[in-house]
Structures are given as C-alpha cells and as structure tokens.
C-alpha cells in the first residue's frame, strides 16, 4: 500500500475531526479571498462611477461629503450653490456640458434629486450605458418622477403611482419625518438597472424641487433660461483640460463655493483606506497561519495515537520517510480541502456582500468569479499546513519502535 493511499485511510478514520480542522482552514482562506475581491471590486466601481466626472461644484463644506452626496447620493448636501455662480458658470465659453442637482428631499430612505434631462446625457457619456426608461420618457413637469431600478423594486411602485416626499436624505419615523404636501409625485417611468448610485435615486425637475420649499422661479424667458435660485451642486465638463482649470479657478473667486475635482478626491479617498485594507489582509493571513497550526495540532495528536501502527509500519520495512510522507499527505489533504471550500466560501461571500451593497448604496460590486490570486491563496495555504506539519511528521519518525510495539500492562 502506497503512502497516499495509507494517508487516505487515516483522514477516512478521523474524519469528523478532519473536516472541523479544514473547516478551521477554510475561515481564514474565506476572509482572505473575500475581501480581496471586495477590495479589488470596490475600487474598480468607485473608478468608474467618479473617473469621467471633471468638475464638481458645490457649497464650501467637506470636498468628500460633497462628492459622496453629489456622485454617490449618500450624504447630505454641503450648501447651496448661488444663482448666479450657477449662471456665470453654465454660461462660459469653456463649458461643453453643465449639469445642475438640487438634493435635500427624500422617500423612504431614497433621495429625490431634480435634475435636467442632460444628467442622463452624462451618464451614457461617463458609462458607455444610455439610462432607458420604461416607458421610454423622462419627467417633462413638475411633480413628475423617475424611478431608479432599485427604487422601483424596493418599494413596489409602478407607472402612475403617487408617493410624498420628506424634507431630509435619512428615512425618519412617521412622528418625526416632515412630510412635503404641496403636490404628490407622480411616477412616469422606471429606469433599466445600471449598476450605478442612480439605480436608488428619484428624479425630478428642478422646478420641483423649488416649489416644495417655495420658491417659485420667474419665468425662463425673464432671465435667459436660467432660473433664480440655487442649487445643491453643479456637475461641469470642459472643452479641454485648461478649460477646466480655469472653470475652477472661476469657481474658487466666488465666496461661500468650492470647486473638486471628484476623481482626486476618491483616489486620495482610495489612499487612506489602502492602510485599513493592508492591515484587514494581514490579520487574515494571521488568520490562515493559526489555522496551520491547528493542522500541525491534529496531526500531532494522530501521530500520538497511531503510535502502535507507526511501530508496526516500520517493523515491517517502511522507512521512516514513508512514515514522514504519510503525515504530510494527511496534513496536505486536510489542508487542500479547507483551502478549497475556503475559495468556493470566499467567492460566495464576496458577490453576497456586493449584493447587499449594490441595495443599499447603488454601488455596483462585481467580483470576479475566480482569478489566479485563489489559485496562489490555496497554494499558500497547503504550503502552510505542510511546514507546520513538518514537526508531527518529525516525531512520528523519530518514535522508539520496540517500546511502541509491546503491549501495554
């Protein structure tokens, strides 16, 4: 009988306790390959949803609460940008798209953004992906709503639906919330998924959100198609890279506004978080390592109890590598099978999370199904249980034969 197939016969035998150690094993390589995935994922997604955004303009306040409200859609706005910043801004020479947000309003936890129809425009530029709409229209009035995917899917609504909004971005409780009356929302269509922060966004007119607070803008004709009052951010593309150095520099002279350049603010983002994720990897690693050592463990307690079988083996003719080699193919199976499950585990884990954040935040995760870092994790880890199995292995050739092979009184 071969080694191996000696050292099948052993895991057969213990094979509760083999499986609860590999289980131990499959933890750690569960952590590891899931927050490697997230981690990757996440910064992909982050990339694509800020990258082509070029200018941002916003309130003076926090650059990276305006760009988690403006972009995202997870925080509260930092202010109002003034008319007639918004004016001298949209109307400049250098300016090949401007895009105003007016934020500050929700429905049950989803914000409710009035926008213009050029928004959409920009995210099929910034996407590949042109927003379609069921049916295919956008909101033309005042009142009128469109529904990100996931809005849609989580609240039940449909075409022709009415729904109030409250003044707010967090979902508050009915005695607290303050529920907007001027005129219910009507919904006109419901957006195709994305995979973007706008699949948990409603939409609206700018208007819209003007009257619910009273302010009534004057007639477009009055000021040039550009109505009184402010907004909560203004989202600008450039003809050229100059252009939007000077548009920022414009921006900077007016007081009380701020001028971001969204994708330096998610890389610096990005920065901070790369300590965080480094220290998250290596205590999953630390993980791993302890997992080894309960590898090294139960070997060590088999070769204990096989000692008489030990003795018998190598009474008759094995030599004590063979005896090494079955240890380490024990400890290697053991350790195989837990990294394995821990891959399998890890990838579940991971598109689990991605699900959840995708609800919750718009933020489409997609980790990838498998990639050559799970084929290195589970070769770490085998490598892992083999060297601290090389002690158990040790002793089991080192183990007196005679004594072992009289009986005991």
């Not at 004016?87 to 213009?116: I, Q, Y």
């Not at 005042?142 to 003044?167: K, Y």
């Not at 150095?245 to 790369?274: E, K, M």
């Not at 380490?328 to 991971?350: F, I, S």
């Amino acid at each position: 009988m071969s080694a191996f197939s000696l050292a099948w016969r052993y895991l057969h035998a213990r094979r509760l306790l083999n499986l609860l150690t590999a289980l131990t094993v499959a933890l750690g390589v569960t952590l590891v390959v899931a927050s490697a995935a997230l981690s990757g994922a996440g910064r992909d997604s982050v990339g694509r949803t800020t990258g082509g955004y070029q200018l941002l303009v916003a309130a003076k306040g926090s650059p990276l609460q305006a760009v988690l409200s403006s972009l995202f859609f997870i925080d509260e706005p930092t202010g109002l940008v003034p008319a007639s910043v918004w004016e001298k801004l949209s109307v400049d020479a250098g300016v090949a798209r401007s895009v105003p947000l007016n934020m500050g309003d929700s429905h049950r936890g989803f914000p409710v953004v009035g926008t213009t129809p050029g928004y959409f425009d920009l995210i099929r530029d910034l996407s590949g992906q042109t927003p379609r709409a069921e049916p295919p229209r956008g909101f033309e009035r005042p009142f009128e709503a469109v529904l990100g995917a996931v809005v849609a899917r989580q609240l039940g609504l449909a075409v022709g639906d009415q729904f109030n909004a409250a003044h707010g971005m967090a979902e508050l409780p009915a005695d607290l919330a303050r529920t907007h009356d001027v005129s219910p929302y009507t919904v006109v269509a419901v957006l195709q998924p994305t995979g973007l922060p706008m699949d948990r966004v409603i939409f609206t007119t700018l208007e819209t959100t003007w009257l619910l607070h009273g302010l009534s803008p004057p007639d477009a004709a009055e000021r040039g198609h550009m109505p009184a009052p402010g907004v909560t951010a203004l989202l600008l593309q450039g003809h050229t890279y100059a252009d939007m150095q000077r548009l920022a520099a414009l921006a900077g002279q007016s007081d009380g506004v701020q001028a971001i350049f969204p994708a330096r603010i998610v890389t610096r983002l990005l920065g901070y978080l790369n300590t965080g994720e480094q220290l998250l990897t290596a205590l999953c690693w630390l993980l791993v390592a302890a997992a080894g050592m309960a590898v090294a463990i139960s070997m060590l307690a088999a070769t204990i109890e096989r000692r008489r079988q030990i003795a018998t083996l190598r009474a008759l003719g094995a030599s004590p590598g063979v005896v090494a080699r079955v240890v380490l193919y024990e400890a290697g199976l053991v350790a195989l099978t837990g990294a394995c499950l821990g891959v399998v585990a890890g990838r579940l884990l991971a598109h689990g999370l991605a699900w959840i954040m995708a609800s919750r935040t718009g933020l489409l995760l997609e980790p990838a199904s498998m990639s050559s870092g799970d084929v290195t994790a589970v070769l770490c880890v085998v490598a892992i249980g083999l060297t601290a199995s090389a002690l158990p292995a040790w002793s089991a050739c080192r183990q007196d034969i005679a004594s072992h092979l009289v009986p005991s009184p």
